[in-house]
């Protein structure tokens, strides 16, 4: 039996188009990784330590996309690999984060969502604090904020503009959200919430 010199080629994949199949596939894996990304920083956004790790995802799904693109244009199979290889860092950081929240999803991970909400005059001032800082903001007519939180008390102070101490603030703290404490009064009110 002879082989002719075109069969024996037909045989083998030809550096380029092995290239052009890991650009492609770095590509996919690119794309898949950066929009569950951005789905998981969504997510994660209440959880101080998780959104680094989101966007770092991102930002390799990124990069994976744009030397995959390269890669496919160019033919160059050391370009492909390393195509494929940053697509699948970044995937594989993008399952980790999905691990995470599903592992606190399971345990019940200590977190507790809490809102406060205010209602005053025009404008009046309020004062609450999450696990990493104290806020003291204005806010007119009505307001609100949701953090989460690792502790078991939230207080929210609301207090009507210097010079209206009669007109009517009120707040309300939702506790995983259950409304717990509602308080109305004129001049400055306090609600405050333990839940140990």
Known sequence: MTQTPGSAAGNRQSPASSASRRAIVSLWIGAVSLLLSAALFVLVLPIPALPPA???????????????????????????????????????????????????????????????????????????????????EEWSSTGWKQF???????????????????????????????LVVEQSGTGSVTCRYDAG
């Open 54 to 136: 989101a966007a770092a995802a991102a930002l390799l799904a990124i990069v994976a996309l744009l030397v995959g693109g390269r890669a496919r244009r160019s033919g160059s199979p050391r370009a492909g690999t390393a195509a494929v290889v940053v697509a699948a860092v970044a995937l594989v950081v993008d399952l980790v984060l999905v691990g995470v929240m599903a592992a606190g999803a399971l345990s019940g991970n200590g977190l507790t969502r809490v809102e406060v909400r205010a209602t005053g005059g025009p404008t009046f001032t309020v004062s609450f604090a999450d696990d990493t800082q104290t806020y003291d």
């Open 148 to 178: 989460t939180t690792t502790g078991d008390t939230a207080q929210i102070v609301v207090t009507a503009p210097d010079g209206d101490t009669d007109s009517t603030v009120s707040c309300q703290i939702r506790w995983n959200d259950e």
